[in-house]
């Protein structure tokens, strides 16, 4: 299970490896124009530019202290970047494995850490059971994206710190891949103030969560999820157990479509001066269009690893 004491347990243990990230506001304090304050958790300011850091790291530390020697795990993303990160500090070995058409500055990444790269098929069931197959060795441990509650866990210390940094607020959007993020953040914050609304956030092609939900049991969306510009919310189902954490504490979900994610993408950069992944764009953009006037209102900008490739598309 999940709890709010297993959150404060994970960040004694990661808080002195990872960042406290600042929050960011937007609007003038002074103003008296009735609209919202808009706050932004800046974990693109992280280390390795995203929280995956955070659930990385409270996972490969407590592994490592009962004698993990190798860390694998299948994703060329921000969890592949947290894992080669936390193996590097800790001086033990990494496998990450990649689809073959891994893209060039995500692989960089990787391998300036230092861990073995495999590039192995394309899909990401290819790539789970290769990598399961190295998992034969004892001392070697496969590191999930997501679904487990170390992981849930150590994303949930972004909560812990959001509630200690900002009175008074209102809602809180998350942006929703597996759920590793809102599971831990909906349990930290519903678990310690449940008058903060928590709202997750998913663009209209990759609705698994959305329909989830409201069919009352997982449903997988298949290939349709591949289509978003937000690269770390392809996810095509929830996880097993992040599921239920959403159905006790997240208040809704709200979808937003591939032109809201690039145009909430350039109020980032023009308005805050901020460069924001489109994965985080989607909270962000949830966040610019909050129903109520007047409100304090907090968007969790996941992290900040943008291709360069897709730069011009999102601008
Ligand atoms: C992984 C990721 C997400 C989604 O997190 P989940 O725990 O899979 O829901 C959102 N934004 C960014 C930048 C990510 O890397």
Redesign the pocket.
């Known amino acids: 299970m999940l709890t709010l004491s297993k959150i404060q347990e994970a960040r004694e243990n990661i808080s002195s490896f990872i960042k406290k990230t600042p929050v960011l506001s937007y609007g003038d304090p002074l103003s008296q124009n009735g609209e919202n304050t808009i706050f932004l958790k800046a ?1 693109h300011l992280q280390l390795t530019r ?3 850091i955070r ?1 990385a790291t409270n996972k490969i530390r407590k592994e490592a202290a009962i004698g993990a020697r190798h860390v694998v795990t299948a994703s060329s ?3 592949g970047q947290a894992v080669a990160c936390n193996a590097f500090h800790l001086g033990i070995k990494a496998t990450i494995v990649t689809p073959t058409d891994v893209v060039l500055p995500k692989l960089q990444a990787i391998k300036n850490y230092n861990a073995d790269v495999v590039m192995h098929g394309t899909t990401s069931d290819e790539r789970l059971s290769y990598a399961g197959s190295l998992l034969q060795d004892k001392g070697t441990v496969f590191i999930p ?2 679904d487990d509650y170390d ?1 849930m866990a150590g ?1 949930g210390t972004i909560g812990l710190e959001i509630l200690e940094q900002v009175d008074e607020l209102d809602a809180v959007y998350v ?9 831990g953040v909906a349990t930290a914050i519903k678990e310690s103030n449940p008058n903060v609304k928590v709202i997750g956030v998913e663009p209209q092609l990759a609705n698994d969560t959305f329909l989830s939900l409201q069919a009352g049991e997982r449903v997988n969306i298949g290939s349709e999820a591949a289509g978003t510009i ?1 690269d ?2 392809r ?1 095509n189902t929830p996880g097993e157990k ?1 599921f239920p954490i959403l159905q006790k504490y997240v208040d809704e979900i709200r979808l937003v479509s591939e032109e809201q994610i690039c145009q909430a993408f350039t109020w980032a950069l023009t308005q805050m001066n901020q460069l924001i ?1 489109p ?2 764009a ?1 909270a962000v953009a949830a966040a610019l269009s909050h129903p109520k006037q007047g409100e304090r209102v907090l968007a969790v900008v ?2 900040g ?1 943008v291709d360069p490739k897709i730069l011009r598309e999102l601008f």
């Open positions: 974990e995203s929280f995956k659930g993303g921000n969890h994206p997501y992981i994303q942006p929703i891949g597996g759920g590793g993020l809102i599971s937000a770390g919310l996810t992040t992944e994965s985080s989607v996941s992290g690893n």
